[in-house]
């Protein structure tokens, strides 16, 4: 979890491949209108994300009925939107907090191409995050390294 331009992607893909697990890319579960209202540079509001933060939910649950792990890449930028995904898997899931600076974000963002999501929308992000700090079963991650680094890490903390 964590603000665009975090590595939820990479760092979610490369947890699922060291786990055995699969993996779904949250922005994929994004209805169209979402998508249309971010490549406008139109921040989501909290209507916005609830159904997607819904199908996120779903997603895990079904995977935990089925006795299977799964890694969804998700921003989760509010403590309300993480608490709605602990409801929905009873507390059975962790969150990898991805954290960087401005700077960082702003770099990354900038050197990406073909995704939906503008560099415009950083400071909108960065506004709404609510740091998981102190909140269950987060594992907080510096993304200032390479994705083998901030995987190997993320996983030290699951386990820890």
């Not at 503008?118 to 907080?140: H, I, Y």
Request: aromatic share 4%.
């Amino acid at each position: 979890m964590g603000v665009s331009g975090c590595g939820k992607s990479s760092v979610g893909a490369g947890l699922a491949e060291k786990l055995g697990l699969t993996f779904i890319e949250g922005d994929s579960l994004h209805p169209a209108t979402n998508v249309e209202k971010m490549a406008k540079g139109t921040p989501l509001t909290d209507d916005d994300r609830w159904p997607w933060l819904d199908i996120i939910g779903g997603e895990i649950a079904a995977s935990l009925e089925r006795g299977e792990g799964i890694v969804v890449s998700c921003s989760a930028l509010k403590e309300v939107y993480r608490d709605r995904l602990r409801t929905v898997t009873d507390g059975n899931l962790a969150f990898i907090y991805l954290h960087g600076s401005r700077q960082l974000l702003t770099e990354r963002m900038g050197a990406r191409t073909g995704h939906f999501m503008p560099l415009s929308l950083l400071d909108s992000q960065l506004a709404t995050l609510e740091a998981p700090t102190g909140e269950p079963g987060v594992v907080t991650v510096d993304i200032g390294q390479s994705i083998e680094g901030i995987v190997a890490e993320a996983l030290a903390g699951l386990k820890g």
